[in-house]
């Protein structure tokens, strides 16, 4: 049963955007933290981003981004939709990878990361 659903990617040329959505079934997305991890050819999967769940109690979300794109990805969520995203801004060569979609048990983004979407490929033109 497929329930992290990835979309957005594709072939870009260097220094535009792309934006990347996750959709989530409500029982893996309430109340957990979401992140976007990346698989480049011949390397390990790292971790991008991440979210920490708000109720809406509080204003906004903790969020974490990889030091390497900070200022230009960001990563939101849309608890109505069950969605998060990545923005991904001035996109560099170096961002050529499979984006995936994930969640944990927990509010928090810090932690083991649980559940994986099919991946989505963003290939960064130079």
């Known amino acids: 049963q497929v329930q992290l659903v990835e979309s957005g990617g594709g072939l870009v040329q260097a220094g535009t955007s792309l934006r990347l959505s996750c959709t989530a079934s409500?029982?893996?997305?309430?109340?957990?933290?979401m992140g976007w991890f990346r698989q480049a050819p011949g390397k390990e999967r790292e971790f991008v981003a991440g979210?920490?769940?708000?109720?809406?109690?509080?204003?906004?979300?903790?969020?974490w981004v990889l030091n390497s794109v900070k200022g230009r990805f960001t990563i939101s969520r849309d608890n109505a939709k069950n969605a998060v995203y990545l923005q991904m801004n001035s996109l560099e060569p170096g961002g050529t990878a499979v984006y995936y979609c994930?969640?944990?048990?927990?509010?928090?983004?810090?932690?083991?990361?649980?559940?994986w979407g099919q991946g989505t490929q963003v290939t960064v033109s130079s």
């Open positions: 994930s969640a944990r048990d927990g509010r928090t983004w810090e932690g083991l990361y649980s559940y």
């Open positions: 979210i920490s769940w708000n109720d809406g109690s509080t204003y906004g979300a903790n969020s």
């Open positions: 409500r029982r893996i997305f309430s109340g957990n933290a």
